[in-house]
């Protein structure tokens, strides 16, 4: 590649339904790249294969996108001066692209209908034949240009019959091609088909749309997933037929990501079938329909927690770290890190990656993130107190919804006991002891923490109290069970007055 040539990189997904977290992969790693390289990141959506589109999709994807932060520098949506960047705006480009193929003899017509197709296979597969596809070989008995004469096939297509133009791939040709994560990958020609380029409904087909539109939109690099390095021969021999091959991109086929277990690839359709979201946001986005998968940002993930895990899944830096921002991203990535071998996807790792991120939030950033969650509860205590809250629980939660279950007795006193604490704590003694407690209490000049660690311990030794069993019956007289952050917290923050009258309370209900 010339070396001064600018990195141009595109995410090119067809809108065929919600975009799946290894197309957002594929999207992050073609941002870090161009961002690395002071390049630009362009968004294209091809969707000429009008069979597949899905209403929604597109707005589907540029969402997703955007909340992850992967924003295009050009493309659908921003602009730039290589569009229209949707392929069915395109339409016309194409044309004149086919054209030149017919002319120099890349490509040519063929007219066979679908039953011919079928029959054609049918046959192959009778004669077991070497070679199943239509290619330099099975050309020669269908009904194309090297079979039909020229003025018969022109009449054909001039009176509006269906065609379509295939690309006329050479026999017995050694390919060495070059991929960035692989190497290099030799193929023979003779191994490949006339793929269909183009339709008479004046639709390209994906192959002649995508070379056209790297060509024309200047991609330095062609960065996607590795189900399409199979077509990576013929859209070298595209560059070739074109003569563009000194302005070819360089490719890389990135690792699929793989099922938990490594048993194949994470498909759209595993949905939430494994317990986990393939999305990033659920699907559909309208509202008002009902869900049919969840999505990432709904499952309460930072969306820098989530494009971090999907960065590691196929790259690694080369070092223990794994917290990286956007930022430190950028910096680390190369693609010279990026395996060749799948990764397995792993939900518990990615609800790591939120909780590392969440017990990053400063205190009062988790209480914006919390107050929904907090059931109108969010001023009950004043600011810097909900904020201490957030705090004092932040360690015990992978995702900001979870956090009722670790501060409601922070806002409601307990009416149940745990029954498996109370057997293991409540001792004949216990009521004895909290009453003396109660006096301690009353009794303390100040309460805070501060004056709790200097008063409680020191009792509960002199007593030769069972300090498990003490402490425990403190929390389950004010939390409900035996679990909760630091008892001394929980007392100064619900106060003195309400320590001891949950005291009491217990006191009257526990038997
Ligand atoms: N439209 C293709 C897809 O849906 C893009 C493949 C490519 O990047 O060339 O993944």
């Given at each position: 590649?010339?070396?001064t040539?600018?990195?141009?990189?595109?995410?090119?997904?067809?809108?065929?339904?919600?975009?799946?977290?290894?197309?957002?992969?594929?999207?992050?790693?073609?941002?870090?790249?161009?961002?690395?390289?002071?390049?630009?990141?362009?968004?294209?959506?091809?969707?000429?294969?009008?069979?597949?589109?899905?209403?929604?999709?597109?707005?589907?994807?540029i969402?997703?996108?955007h909340?992850?932060?992967?924003?295009?520098?050009?493309?659908?949506?921003?602009?730039?001066?290589?569009?229209?960047?949707?392929?069915?705006?395109?339409?016309?480009?194409?044309?004149?692209?086919?054209?030149?193929?017919?002319?120099?003899?890349?490509?040519?017509?063929?007219?066979d209908?679908?039953?011919?197709?079928?029959?054609?296979?049918?046959?192959?597969?009778?004669?077991?034949?070497?070679?199943?596809?239509?290619?330099?070989?099975?050309?020669?008995?269908?009904?194309?240009?090297?079979?039909?004469?020229?003025?018969?096939?022109?009449?054909?297509?001039?009176?509006?019959?269906?065609?379509?133009?295939?690309?006329?791939?050479?026999?017995?040709?050694?390919?060495?091609?070059?991929?960035?994560?692989?190497?290099?990958?030799?193929?023979?020609?003779?191994?490949?088909?006339?793929?269909?380029?183009?339709?008479?409904?004046?639709?390209?087909?994906?192959?002649?749309?995508?070379?056209?539109?790297?060509?024309?939109?200047?991609?330095?690099?062609?960065?996607?997933?590795?189900?399409?390095?199979?077509?990576?021969?013929?859209?070298?021999?595209?560059?070739?037929?074109?003569?563009?091959?000194?302005?070819?991109?360089?490719?890389?086929?990135?690792?699929?990501?793989?099922?938990?277990?490594?048993?194949?690839?994470?498909?759209?359709?595993?949905?939430?079938?494994?317990?986990?979201?393939?999305?990033?946001?659920?699907?559909?986005?309208?509202?008002?329909?009902?869900?049919?998968a969840?999505?990432?940002?709904?499952?309460?993930?930072?969306?820098?927690?989530?494009?971090?895990?999907?960065?590691?899944?196929?790259w690694?830096?080369?070092?223990?770290q794994?917290?990286?921002?956007?930022?430190?991203?950028?910096e680390?990535?190369?693609?010279?890190?990026?395996?060749?071998?799948?990764?397995?996807?792993?939900?518990?790792?990615?609800?790591?990656?939120?909780?590392?991120?969440?017990?990053?939030?400063?205190?009062?950033?988790?209480?914006?993130?919390?107050?929904?969650?907090?059931?109108?509860?969010?001023?009950?205590?004043?600011?810097?107190?909900?904020?201490?809250?957030?705090?004092?629980?932040?360690?015990?939660?992978?995702?900001?919804?979870?956090?009722?279950?670790?501060?409601?007795?922070?806002?409601?006193?307990?009416?149940?006991?745990?029954?498996?604490?109370?057997?293991?704590?409540?001792?004949?003694?216990?009521?004895?002891?909290?009453?003396?407690?109660?006096?301690?209490?009353?009794?303390?000049?100040?309460?805070?923490?501060?004056?709790?660690?200097?008063?409680i311990?020191?009792?509960?030794?002199?007593?030769q109290?069972?300090?498990?069993?003490?402490?425990?019956?403190?929390?389950?007289?004010?939390?409900?069970?035996?679990?909760?952050?630091?008892?001394?917290?929980?007392m100064?923050?619900?106060?003195?007055?309400?320590?001891?009258?949950?005291?009491?309370?217990?006191?009257?209900?526990?038997?």
């Open positions: 590649m010339n070396e040539k600018e990195v141009r990189v595109r995410f090119a997904p067809s809108p065929t339904g919600p975009l799946h977290i290894g197309g957002v992969r594929t999207a992050l790693y073609n941002y870090l790249f161009a961002k690395k390289n002071n390049g630009k990141f362009l968004l294209r959506i091809e969707d000429t294969d009008r069979t597949r589109f899905v209403p929604g999709a597109q707005d589907y994807i969402e997703s996108l909340w992850c932060g992967i924003i295009p520098d050009e493309g659908v949506s921003v602009g730039g001066d290589c569009g229209p960047y949707i392929q069915s705006e395109r339409k016309e480009i194409y044309k004149k692209y086919v054209a030149q193929l017919l002319e120099n003899g890349c490509a040519y017509y063929a007219i209908t679908p039953e011919e197709l079928d029959a054609m296979r049918k046959r192959l597969q009778d004669e077991k034949s070497a070679s199943m596809q239509y290619d330099y070989i099975n050309r020669m008995s269908m009904r194309n240009s090297f079979t039909i004469p020229k003025e018969e096939l022109d009449e054909w297509i001039s009176s509006g019959k269906p065609y379509v133009v295939r690309f006329n791939m050479p026999a017995n040709e050694e390919l060495v091609l070059h991929d960035m994560i692989r190497g290099e990958v030799r193929v023979n020609t003779s191994t490949l088909d006339d793929k269909v380029l183009y339709k008479s409904d004046g639709m390209p087909t994906y192959h002649l749309a995508n070379i056209v539109d790297d060509h024309l939109m200047r991609i330095s690099h062609v960065i996607r997933g590795e189900e399409w390095l199979p077509s990576m021969p013929l859209h070298v021999m595209l560059y070739r037929a074109f003569g563009w091959e000194d302005s070819m991109p360089q490719f890389a086929h990135l690792p699929l990501l793989l099922k938990p277990d490594g048993n194949g690839k994470l498909s759209k359709r595993d949905g939430d079938r494994l317990g986990f979201p393939v999305f990033p946001l659920r699907w559909p986005q309208d509202m008002s329909q009902p869900e049919i969840s999505g990432y940002r709904e499952t309460g993930y930072y969306p820098e927690a989530f494009i971090n895990m999907l960065a590691l899944l196929g690694n830096p080369g070092t223990e794994e917290i990286f921002t956007k930022q430190e991203l950028v680390a990535f190369s693609m010279d890190r990026v395996s060749k071998s799948g990764a397995k996807f792993n939900p518990e790792k990615a609800k790591w990656f939120n909780h590392e991120y969440l017990i990053r939030r400063t205190d009062a950033e988790l209480l914006k993130d919390a107050t929904p969650y907090l059931h109108g509860y969010e001023n009950m205590y004043d600011g810097l107190t909900m904020e201490r809250i957030c705090g004092l629980v932040k360690e015990r939660l992978h995702f900001v919804k979870e956090i009722w279950e670790q501060v409601h007795f922070f806002f409601e006193a307990p009416t149940q006991y745990d029954e498996k604490a109370v057997a293991k704590r409540w001792k004949p003694e216990t009521p004895a002891i909290m009453n003396e407690l109660i006096n301690i209490i009353g009794e303390m000049e100040v309460f805070n923490v501060e004056s709790m660690e200097n008063t311990p020191e009792w509960i030794t002199s007593h109290y069972h300090s498990g069993n003490t402490y425990n019956s403190i929390r389950i007289c004010l939390v409900g069970e035996a679990k909760g952050p630091h008892l001394y917290d929980i100064e923050i619900i106060g003195r007055d309400e320590t001891v009258k949950r005291i009491r309370q217990a006191l009257s209900v526990i038997k």
